[in-house]
């Protein structure tokens, strides 16, 4: 059973236009959503993240949404440049200490 | 920022050798380090939760006889496939986050070693 699903696996976006990546979990007991960027054969780098107690948490040009009524949040990129192209992966964690929970993974892709 | 190391980068070993991979946090300390696994085109899975002075935490399906941790300090945790089979091919990743710093959340990931079992 997923708690965290990225429902889309790709998305290509062209550059200077806004990329929406979206996710969605089933733990209401999660307390902090992450964002992680992840090129193949390397391992994720931290993006951006929320705590369940905001809704929106803005860092240049990435910009993470939380709705918790609906369990939902999205990541907006603005505006996306080709280097952005990657695999960007949405986490979860229930507590302080605990591992982070995972969703599959969108692919972006940012043409010029 | 938060530095964490894996080593090695690419390991190819045959089968029924055991290999072991270490990951460090390079300018911080770690009580808690997590190993991932991750497959092709997959997400990344938790394996195992490496606590400091202590047992590690095996995730339901994750043999703790053939995935040996061990995290001798706040810096260094290994993991050793034990007997390895093609099979385990896979790429493992692991991450910590820093200890006493207050707030922090964020998992610091190491770069992560393939492993190819022929």
């Known amino acids: 059973d997923q708690q965290v699903k990225q429902n889309s696996p790709s998305l290509s976006v062209q550059e200077g236009r806004i990329s929406i990546l979206n996710c969605d979990y089933t733990?209401?007991?999660?307390?902090?959503f992450l964002w992680y960027k992840k090129y193949p054969a390397e391992g994720p780098t931290f993006l951006i993240s929320?705590?369940?107690?905001?809704d929106k948490n803005e860092d240049g040009r990435f910009t993470v949404f939380l709705n918790k009524s609906a369990k939902h949040l999205s990541l907006h990129i603005v505006p996306s440049q080709p280097g952005d192209s990657a695999v960007y992966f949405c986490?979860?964690?229930?507590?302080?200490?605990?591992?982070?929970?995972f969703g599959k993974g969108t692919t972006l892709s940012v043409s010029s | 920022g938060a530095v964490v190391s894996q080593h090695p980068s690419w390991v190819i070993c045959k089968s029924g050798t055991s290999v072991k991979i270490e990951c460090r946090s390079l300018?911080?300390?770690?009580?808690?380090m997590f190993w991932y696994r991750q497959f092709p085109k997959q997400s990344l899975m938790l394996m195992a939760t490496?606590?400091?002075?202590?047992?590690?935490?095996?995730e339901q399906g994750v043999e703790k006889d053939k995935f040996l941790i061990n995290h001798a300090s706040l810096t260094l945790s290994t993991l050793t496939v034990t007997s390895a089979h093609p099979e385990d091919s896979s790429f493992y990743i692991c991450?910590?986050?820093?200890?006493?710093?207050?707030?922090?959340?964020?998992?610091?990931f190491g770069p992560g070693t393939r492993l190819t079992v022929l």
């Open positions: 991450s910590a986050s820093p200890v006493g710093l207050a707030g922090a959340h964020e998992q610091f």
């Open positions: 733990n209401s007991m999660f307390d902090y």
């Open positions: 929320i705590s369940s107690i905001k």
């Open positions: 986490a979860a964690r229930n507590q302080a200490g605990t591992a982070l929970i």
């Open positions: 300018d911080f300390q770690a009580t808690t």
């Open positions: 490496s606590n400091e002075g202590s047992k590690a935490t095996y």
